[in-house]
């Protein structure tokens, strides 16, 4: 059976879906790979190095060819057309933000999984690349942050005095949360975090971070869950001295299958001094700061918002060696034999396949 990995076609992706190190993996499982030619530009992945790895390099993208499409970003409707019944894609789908895809996979007997649907069972871990990539996020933001910060982060004992540490808190306490407070903490900045769940106190405390308590009710669970207004407001009113002073304030709260939660209204920005820096995770889902738009940088007042957009994408290199790990050990969760024949009674495959046979699968949030 054939597995493709086309060249991202939409706006400002530079990841890909296989790299040769993973050609190589799924090579030796039996499949034969086609890589459009270019896909791995931006992660410095050569169609010499492809081919060395044992896939063909083919001139144009591989839907319709191929009985399995790997991609980062879903197939436009229009490539989604070419596939045949009983082909098989994986992607991050984003279901709810596709409807008119869905539709056409679904018309055409397509099976798809969406890597956002992925359960978060311990089975699973080697292929969550919503992980993978939040981890990407986490770091970047801080790096970004920093890039526009008039400030030192870390503390300097000078002739000419002492520069006191940059204050950053981090708001979302999950993966990328995680990884904003470690790279901040390695920068050498004073970090505080808050999470709506209890397990991340501990978490966060044993990055060095200080957790702050604010008295409001906690759940359990992996991920958060939707709260109501009046709970948000509380949570804003307790938040908002912490935000004024702090330097950096980065937010990654995210709930799935809904608009992200306001936690950073625009009087709390007016608060904060002259010259800080907030970068937004949620952008893209809402946003977690009331003034922020994605992909683009917004000045209240003398405070800079930086709205997110696609931040695994701005470090294509090591997210794509990430996600392509991620992809193939999917697919080597249903390959057999150089087959591709996944067992949909498998919780993980289940959990993930949104398309199937002409029926659609998972409720569309």
């Not at 990884?179 to 501990?202: C, P, S």
Request: glycine share 8%.
């Amino acid at each position: 059976m054939r597995v493709g990995v086309p060249a991202e076609s939409r706006p400002a992706e530079r990841r890909v879906a296989g790299l040769p190190e993973t050609v190589t993996t799924l090579v030796g499982a039996g499949l034969t790979v086609d890589v459009q030619a270019g896909a791995g530009a931006h992660a410095h992945a050569s169609d010499a190095a492809y081919r060395a790895a044992g896939a063909n390099v083919v001139p144009d993208h591989p839907a319709g060819r191929c009985e399995v499409l790997v991609s980062v970003q879903p197939p436009t409707p229009e490539q989604a057309a070419r596939l045949r019944e009983g082909d098989i894609t994986i992607s991050f789908l984003q279901p709810a933000a596709e409807p008119e895809l869905v539709e056409v996979l679904k018309a055409n007997g397509v099976t798809s999984f969406s890597l956002d649907l992925l359960p978060r069972v311990t089975r699973a871990q080697s292929a969550d690349a919503l992980s993978s990539q939040a981890l990407v996020a986490g770091y970047r933001a801080v790096i970004e942050a920093t890039r526009r910060l008039p400030k030192f982060l870390p503390m300097f004992t000078t002739a000419a005095g002492t520069v006191p540490p940059a204050k950053v808190l981090v708001l979302g306490a999950g993966v990328a949360g995680l990884q904003a407070i470690a790279t901040a903490r390695r920068l050498g900045a004073v970090v505080e975090a808050y999470d709506v769940r209890a397990a991340a106190k501990e978490e966060v405390r044993s990055l060095g971070a200080k957790f702050l308590e604010l008295g409001l009710e906690t759940q359990g669970g992996v991920y958060a869950q939707a709260q109501s207004e009046e709970f948000l407001e509380r949570q804003r009113e307790l938040i908002a001295e912490r935000v004024a002073a702090s330097d950096v304030v980065i937010t990654t709260a995210a709930v799935p299958g809904r608009t992200a939660p306001v936690l950073v209204t625009t009087d709390m920005l007016k608060a904060m001094a002259p010259g800080s820096v907030v970068v937004d995770l949620a952008a893209e889902t809402g946003g977690n700061v009331a003034a922020s738009q994605p992909g683009e940088d917004t000045w209240i007042g003398e405070v800079l918002v930086v709205g997110a957009r696609n931040m695994p994408s701005t470090m294509p290199v090591h997210a794509s060696r990430l996600y392509a790990r991620n992809v193939a050990n999917l697919l080597l969760m249903m390959t057999a034999d150089g087959r591709v024949e996944p067992d949909l009674d498998d919780e993980v495959l289940a959990g993930c396949c949104l398309t199937h046979r002409g029926e659609l699968r998972r409720e569309l949030p």
